[in-house]
C-alpha cells in the first residue's frame, strides 16, 4: 500500500539539541498528523493540523501544514531522553477516515 | 479512562492455521479501524467500521483476511491459511465518529497496543 516519504529514517542527537523531520506526499491532504510510537505500544497522537499554511504547537513540538497541502513538518526543540522513539506522520484525504503513513524517524537521545 | 485493548498481545502460529484477534474499543466509539505494520514500516490501513458494517474494506490483502464488529463495539479480526508473510503488528484504533458529520473532519483515531502476529 502507498506510505509517505518521511525523512530523515533515523536521527541520533545530544539531550538538549532540536531536531527536525518531514513527510511529503505525491497525493493532497485534508489533514496531517503527527504520531509518535514507543516499543510495544500503538501510535500516540501529537499533533494534528487540518489547514494548509497551519502552524501548530503542543509544547516543545511544532508542526506545519505544507501550502500545497502534500507536506508537513514536525519540530522539537530542546530534546529530552523521553522524547526517544517513532515518529509517525500521517495524512488523511478526501475520505474522512483512512490514514495513510509514512515509514517512520527512529529518534535516539543521547542524554 | 480505558483506552483501546486488543487481545492476545502476542500470537505464534504454524504455517496454514486459523487465527482470531480481537479488539476492544473505547466505550462509545461508533469507529473502528484495524490497520497492520510490518517491521519497520508505518501502519497500513486495513478496513473500517462505521457501526456494525464494514464501510470500506479495501485494505484487505486478500480473501483469507476477514473480520467482523456484530454488536457495534468488539471487533475480530480473523486470518485464515496463516502465511509467514502474514507476520506483523495488527493494531486497531477507535474513533468517536468516523464519517458521519463535520465533526469527522477532527475526529482523532486512538490505537490500541496491536496484536504482534507471528507465523512459523
Known amino acids: 500500500g502507498q506510505q509517505l516519504n518521511q525523512s530523515p529514517q533515523s536521527m541520533f542527537i545530544q539531550e538538549g539539541e532540536d531536531v527536525s523531520m518531514n513527510c511529503t506526499s505525491s497525493s493532497i491532504f485534508n489533514t496531517w498528523l503527527w504520531y509518535k510510537q514507543d516499543p510495544g505500544e500503538g501510535p500516540v497522537l501529537l499533533i494534528a493540523l487540518y489547514k494548509a499554511g497551519e502552524l501548530t504547537s503542543n509544547g516543545r513540538l511544532t508542526a506545519q501544514f505544507g501550502i500545497t497541502r502534500k507536506d508537513s513538518f514536525l519540530n522539537i526543540s530542546a530534546s529530552i531522553p523521553s522524547d526517544v522513539g517513532i515518529y509517525f506522520c500521517a495524512g488523511r484525504g478526501g475520505s474522512n477516515y483512512k490514514l495513510t503513513f509514512g515509514k517512520g524517524t527512529l529518534l535516539t537521545v543521547n542524554p | 479512562g480505558a483506552g483501546v485493548s486488543q487481545t492476545p498481545s502476542n500470537k505464534v502460529t504454524e504455517k496454514g492455521k486459523y487465527v482470531e484477534l480481537r479488539c476492544d474499543p473505547i466505550s462509545g466509539h461508533t469507529a473502528l479501524y484495524w490497520y497492520r505494520q510490518s517491521l519497520g514500516q508505518g501502519p497500513e490501513f486495513l478496513i473500517y467500521f462505521q457501526g456494525t458494517g464494514a464501510a470500506d474494506d479495501s485494505g484487505l490483502p486478500n480473501d483469507r483476511f476477514f473480520a467482523v464488529r456484530p454488536e457495534g463495539s468488539v471487533s475480530t479480526l480473523k486470518i485464515q491459511r496463516t502465511e509467514r508473510g502474514d507476520s506483523a503488528v495488527y493494531l486497531c484504533?477507535?474513533?468517536?465518529?468516523?464519517?458521519?458529520?463535520?465533526?469527522?473532519?477532527?475526529?482523532?483515531?486512538?490505537f490500541g497496543p496491536g496484536t504482534r502476529l507471528t507465523v512459523l
Open positions: 484504533a477507535s474513533s468517536l465518529i468516523g464519517t458521519s458529520g463535520r465533526a469527522s473532519f477532527t475526529d482523532t483515531q486512538y
